[in-house]
Nanobody, 122 residues
Framework: QVQLVESGGGLVQAGGSLRLSCAASGRTFSGYAMGWFRQAPGKEREFVAAISPTGANTYYADSVKGRFTISTDNAKNTVYLQMNSLKSEDTAVYYC???????????????WGQGTQVTVSS
């Protein structure tokens, strides 16, 4: 079975940057779509970014487009989310997920990490 572990979250000031990492173990993510989602208190988990199995296509929520970049390192079995120009609205727990059929749909992913907290101060 697969295990996903996120890291790289923390507290940053508005306008700053963070890079989140998601390491997969138990199964290579080669051949699977990978996605990042986030959830703020009292809100539904929402799509942030995704990358197709081959890495040929990437998808971003409108709210992060131009600021966030998703990428993978297949040799390390790791997916990254580079977050620049962070805003207070980006504050949430960020989750890594594997296996999306429809890559922007929460329910289409079969494996999830435990999440990492990102807090952006204003």
């Amino acid at each position: 079975q697969v295990q996903l572990v996120e890291s790289g979250g923390g507290l940053v000031q508005a306008g700053g940057s963070l890079r989140l990492s998601c390491a997969a173990s138990g199964r290579t993510f080669s051949g699977y779509a990978m996605g990042w989602f986030r959830q703020a208190p009292g809100k539904e988990r929402e799509f942030v970014a995704a990358i197709s199995p081959t890495g040929a296509n990437t998808y971003y929520a409108d709210s992060v487009k131009g600021r966030f970049t998703i990428s993978t390192d297949n040799a390390k079995n790791t997916v990254y989310l580079q977050m620049n120009s962070l805003k207070s609205e980006d504050t949430a727990v960020y989750y890594c997920a594997m296996g999306g059929g429809r890559m922007v749909v929460v329910g289409d992913y079969g494996a999830w990490g435990q999440g990492t907290q990102v807090t952006v101060s204003s």
